[in-house]
């Protein structure tokens, strides 16, 4: 499922319960995982400062699910716009976020701070995975995010 504009709009919501309910009927469920990522006319937008430099009416965002390897897609769930997407990260920084989402500032700029320190840039979309289910109503103060980067 992919949109683009602020997560939490209707919908980011609606593509989430999309993919949860399709994960569910094909019986591997698993952590939702997001890639966000600004085209690159907005310029190289370094890991601290990813979420608050551009407007986040910009941001572009790809939800998934990891898959095994070999299941394959019926058609009925084919036909809702849901794909069979291979991804490969290979070397990433990755930091673990506690709290609501609001808060992932700080932790971004600890995960930068690493990164740049050991001479490391962004390489490709910001990808979160989402340990805790979650919708709009979920209280944020006990989640669980990985913030993960793949970086040269």
């Known amino acids: 499922m992919s949109g683009h504009g602020s997560p939490g709009t209707d919908e980011f919501y609606a593509s989430k ?5 399709a994960v569910q009927q094909l019986g591997h469920p698993g952590p939702i995982e997001i890639l966000y990522w600004f085209d690159p006319e907005h310029g190289d937008i370094g890991i601290a400062d990813f979420y608050w430099t551009i407007p986040l009416e910009h941001l572009r965002w790809r939800m ?3 898959m095994p390897d070999d299941i394959e ?8 716009g849901l ?3 291979p991804y490969t990260e290979g070397k990433v920084v990755q930091i673990m976020h506690h709290g609501p989402f609001a808060g992932e ?9 690493y990164a740049d320190a050991h001479g490391l840039r962004r390489r490709g979309p910001h990808h979160e995975i989402h340990l805790d289910t979650f919708d709009r109503t979920s209280p944020q103060d006990g989640f669980r995010t990985i913030l993960r980067d793949p970086v040269a």
């Not at 319960?17 to 309910?21: D, N, R, T, V």
């Not at 897609?73 to 809702?80: F, H, R």
């Open 17 to 21: 319960e999309k993919l949860s309910a």
């Open 83 to 85: 794909v069979l997407f």
């Open 64 to 66: 998934l699910v990891r």
């Open 105 to 113: 500032d700080e932790t971004m700029k600890r995960l930068g701070a």
């Open 73 to 80: 897609l019926p058609e009925e769930l084919a036909s809702t």
